[in-house]
């Protein structure tokens, strides 16, 4: 007994630590651990031994991207802290991002757990921790970022995850034509941070439930969602205690390459091409600024275009998107107008050595009440270039920089004109 109980707590430990893919472990009748099974071997989760499984198998991975960032923005216009080269958002507090302009991060910290209930069924959690410079209020408190039961086939070619689930748009181009979620977001999510410009219009996680369809020439995700998105600890909350949804899409033909590998294909030997429409209808919406139960509230909309094509030796991507935020008071409050633009790629000259490179422009429109008026609230761009090293399987090393220029209807700088500089360690296992 005491040996199977050390070989229980040696396994879990082995579990908690490895740096290589999920496994599965078994312990033989002389108490060593092993990966793989054999029919002398006792799996842990085994009745007989004093902790046990209910599930048929653990599956458990992580996702860590720590580095080091300098922020300089190119002027420290009204609301800024000179001494520390940070752009604040006005009316925010200028003391609390003193010194803010360089140190290291801990930008994401995934430790993730699937319980599988037959080969394909599954719950997933997955816990993140970030402390970043792009916010004075990183979630340095644990949180969930995904709570969700997978079934499979709920429909033809169709699974569906239901709890705090993927949204439609942003997973599929963070694993298909844009891979570097360790030192920039993809278009759609950037913000106004001391380390980023952008738009601002969807997260990546929320309440509701996605239905996942795959077949070789065609792949979609289809939602519906609170729309608040999953961060817990905001001041305001999107469509706080109301009874309205979001309801966001993804509709992908798959060119070259299968659709039932979307999001699985290792790049540096996969061809593929893709094209996708995407979108999102979401009614009483609210965004940080807007008050719980005030009233500023206004529906959102957006539609995109998109195409990626993969082969050994690049990849290149290209997106197109226009959005809407329309007032529900048009009588009293503006509304705004966005349209976005981006062209990234890859080029992998030698083995387990990248080049990317990435620009983005984006407009984004005041539509004044009563008259529909509209002025340039930011037209912004932004040059990314990087170099990325790959280690092995589990790290990879990634030196980069972002130029970013945002300016207001006079030409005057808006405050989000900044240099970038990151040193960056992925970590997968």
């Not at 290589?20 to 312990?27: G, I, K």
């Not at 999510?189 to 065609?218: C, I, P, Q, R, Y």
């Not at 990314?384 to 092995?392: E, H, P, Q, S």
Request: charged content about 25%; overall charge negative.
């Amino acid at each position: 007994m005491r040996r199977i109980v050390l070989s229980t707590i040696a396994a879990l430990a082995v579990g908690a630590t490895s740096l290589s893919a999920a496994q599965q472990f078994y312990v033989d009748e002389n108490g060593q651990v092993f990966t793989t099974s054999a029919p002398d071997r006792i799996a842990i989760e085994n009745k007989e031994t004093p902790v046990f499984i209910k599930g048929v198998k653990l599956e458990f991975s992580g996702t860590h991207y720590f580095g080091y960032t300098v922020a300089n923005p190119e002027t420290t216009a009204a609301g800024a802290d000179a001494d520390s080269k940070v752009t604040v958002p006005l009316g925010d507090d200028v003391a609390a991002y003193a010194g803010r302009s360089a140190g290291f991060e801990a930008r994401r910290n995934y430790v993730q757990v699937k319980a599988f209930f037959n080969d394909k069924d599954y719950f997933r959690v997955t816990m993140d921790t970030t402390k970043e410079l792009a916010s004075k209020t990183s979630y340095a408190n644990i949180y969930a970022k995904y709570a969700y039961l997978y079934l499979d086939e709920v429909l033809p070619f169709t699974g569906v995850e239901v709890g705090i689930v993927h949204r439609p748009w942003i997973d599929y181009e963070e694993h298909n034509a844009w891979h570097y979620r360790s030192f920039n977001k993809v278009m759609l999510e950037e913000k106004g941070t001391a380390t980023e410009a952008g738009v601002d219009l969807v997260n990546s996680a929320d309440l509701g439930f996605n239905l996942k369809t795959k077949t070789d020439s065609f792949s979609s995700e289809i939602g519906m969602f609170n729309g608040e998105g999953y961060h817990a600890d905001k001041a305001a909350a999107n469509q706080e205690n109301g009874g309205d949804i979001s309801l966001e899409w993804r509709l992908t033909g798959h060119l070259l390459g299968s659709g039932k590998k979307v999001g699985k294909n290792d790049r540096t030997k996969a061809t593929y091409a893709n094209i996708s429409t995407y979108g999102l209808v979401s009614k009483n919406h609210k965004d940080d600024t807007v008050e719980i139960d005030g009233a500023k509230e206004y529906d959102r909309t957006f539609y995109g275009l998109h195409a990626v094509y993969n082969q050994p030796e690049f990849l290149i991507a290209a997106q197109y998107a226009i959005a809407e935020d329309k007032a529900q008071n048009e009588a009293a409050d503006s509304g705004k107008e966005y349209k976005v633009w981006s062209i990234n790629g890859e080029y992998r000259p030698v083995k387990d050595w990248t080049v990317i490179g990435r620009y983005d422009n984006y407009t984004i429109d005041t539509v004044a009440a009563v008259t529909g008026d509209t002025s340039v609230y930011a037209d912004g761009s932004k040059v990314i270039a990087a170099l990325a090293y790959k280690m092995n399987k589990n790290v990879t090393f990634i030196g980069s920089g972002k130029f970013i220029t945002e300016q207001n209807a006079n030409d005057g700088d808006t405050g989000q004109s900044k240099d970038v500089y990151m040193l960056t360690t992925e970590v997968k296992w």
